[in-house]
């Protein structure tokens, strides 16, 4: 008898113990959940309170993610239009007037020989004409000249061609050497008008050149607003540390923890950086809808940006300004809290 009621004693006490545990637990998590609420209060309060700092962190807080995207968008958009103009690109090789279309098929024979060579198009002396009276089709004073005997004249005088595309249009060795090296591309080759190698290629020099320095020099301005929003952000906390220095030497009295003391000013720098990440969010989605049309209309390709702007994963871009406001707001808030709290 006396183990069987040791056994219920030893129960009853495990089960109050657990029902402790869990009341204890329970209260532990609503205390943890008065404090943030606590914490985020205060914080909202300081921005209120500091109303002209806090805006002008804002502002240069949004600057700074505004010159970040633009940044991307120029990189990338440059990047592409290069790549489409390379990929337009083809090399025009002319060959002496009515070569035939037989010798003409030998001869893309010899160049598909070349792994560089992506596509291969020639055209007759014959077709050639087709395409010069197609592209003056609206001249009239180009047709009312071009009699039976003008005809004759001008395809025995129109070379054949040979029009190219290739993978890299950086490295063209190889198709040089079949081309001006080679003996059947000697044989029929137009020696007084040369191939276009180069055609396009400063243009495309000059637009990679153009994305390397939209690139460097976004990034070097980026990163002096970037300072520029800490230092602000720095300042305002500084200021709001010891404007309330007499409130946090009163809570480190009653024994507040420093998570407590800190959180308030790492909520109101976050405050400002999440609505820094909306407006700058904001501002570029409208700033390059509204240039697209006419980036477009210079040649630009912006069709991979207006993908992602036009889609659902604008909600995705949105939420990376949002996050990226707060984290800048959140470092700078930390330093400042680092450096000057521990001197009140």
């Given at each position: 008898?006396?183990?069987?009621?040791?056994?219920?004693?030893t129960k009853?006490?495990?089960?109050?113990?657990?029902?402790?545990?869990?009341?204890?637990?329970?209260?532990?998590?609503?205390?943890?959940?008065?404090?943030?609420?606590?914490?985020?209060?205060?914080?909202?309060?300081?921005?209120?309170?500091?109303?002209?700092?806090?805006?002008a962190?804002?502002?240069?807080?949004?600057?700074?993610?505004?010159?970040?995207?633009?940044?991307?968008?120029?990189?990338?958009?440059?990047?592409?239009?290069?790549?489409?103009?390379?990929d337009?690109?083809?090399?025009?090789?002319?060959?002496?007037?009515?070569?035939?279309?037989?010798?003409?098929?030998?001869?893309?024979?010899?160049?598909?020989?070349?792994?560089?060579?992506?596509?291969?198009?020639?055209?007759?002396?014959?077709?050639?004409?087709?395409?010069?009276?197609?592209?003056?089709?609206d001249?009239?004073?180009?047709?009312?000249?071009?009699?039976?005997?003008?005809?004759?004249?001008?395809?025995?005088?129109?070379?054949?061609?040979?029009?190219?595309?290739?993978?890299?249009?950086?490295?063209?060795t190889?198709?040089?050497?079949?081309?001006?090296?080679?003996?059947?591309?000697?044989?029929?080759?137009?020696?007084?008008?040369?191939?276009t190698?180069?055609?396009?290629?400063?243009?495309?020099?000059?637009?990679?050149?153009?994305?390397?320095?939209?690139?460097?020099?976004?990034?070097?301005?980026?990163?002096?607003?970037?300072?520029?929003?800490?230092?602000?952000?720095?300042?305002t906390?500084?200021m709001?540390?010891?404007?309330?220095?007499?409130?946090?030497?009163m809570?480190?009295?009653?024994?507040?923890?420093?998570?407590?003391?800190?959180?308030?000013?790492?909520?109101?720098?976050?405050?400002c950086?999440?609505?820094?990440?909306?407006?700058?969010?904001?501002?570029?989605?409208?700033g390059?809808?509204?240039?697209?049309?006419?980036?477009?209309?210079?040649?630009?390709?912006?069709s991979?940006?207006?993908?992602?702007?036009?889609?659902?994963?604008?909600?995705?871009?949105?939420?990376?300004?949002?996050?990226?406001?707060?984290?800048?707001?959140?470092?700078?808030?930390?330093?400042?809290?680092?450096?000057?709290?521990?001197?009140?």
């Amino acid at each position: 008898m006396a183990n069987e009621d040791k056994a219920v004693k030893t129960k009853k006490i495990k089960n109050v113990s657990k029902k402790s545990l869990r009341t204890m637990q329970k209260n532990k998590n609503r205390h943890i959940l008065r404090e943030r609420a606590r914490i985020v209060k205060y914080g909202t309060k300081g921005f209120g309170r500091n109303i002209w700092l806090s805006t002008a962190a804002t502002v240069v807080m949004a600057i700074t993610l505004i010159i970040l995207f633009v940044t991307i968008v120029a990189s990338v958009i440059l990047t592409n239009t290069a790549e489409m103009m390379k990929d337009k690109i083809d090399i025009t090789i002319y060959f002496k007037p009515n070569t035939s279309a037989e010798n003409l098929e030998k001869l893309t024979e010899e160049i598909k020989k070349d792994p560089n060579i992506k596509s291969v198009e020639t055209s007759t002396s014959e077709e050639e004409y087709k395409k010069f009276l197609e592209e003056n089709a609206d001249s009239d004073e180009v047709l009312d000249i071009l009699d039976e005997e003008m005809t004759k004249l001008m395809i025995g005088k129109m070379q054949s061609t040979m029009r190219i595309k290739v993978y890299n249009v950086d490295d063209l060795t190889s198709v040089k050497s079949i081309v001006e090296d080679g003996e059947l591309f000697q044989t029929y080759t137009d020696k007084e008008k040369a191939p276009t190698y180069d055609v396009n290629r400063a243009e495309i020099a000059t637009i990679t050149s153009w994305a390397r320095i939209a690139r460097t020099s976004g990034i070097i301005l980026a990163a002096v607003f970037l300072v520029i929003s800490i230092l602000i952000i720095f300042s305002t906390i500084r200021m709001a540390i010891f404007s309330r220095r007499e409130e946090i030497y009163m809570m480190k009295l009653v024994g507040a923890d420093k998570s407590f003391i800190r959180g308030p000013f790492l909520v109101e720098a976050e405050i400002c950086g999440v609505i820094a990440g909306i407006v700058s969010a904001t501002a570029s989605y409208f700033g390059f809808k509204f240039l697209a049309p006419k980036l477009a209309g210079y040649g630009i390709d912006v069709s991979s940006i207006s993908d992602i702007l036009e889609s659902n994963k604008l909600i995705i871009v949105f939420l990376i300004f949002i996050v990226a406001g707060a984290l800048i707001g959140r470092i700078s808030a930390r330093l400042a809290v680092s450096k000057y709290l521990h001197k009140t």
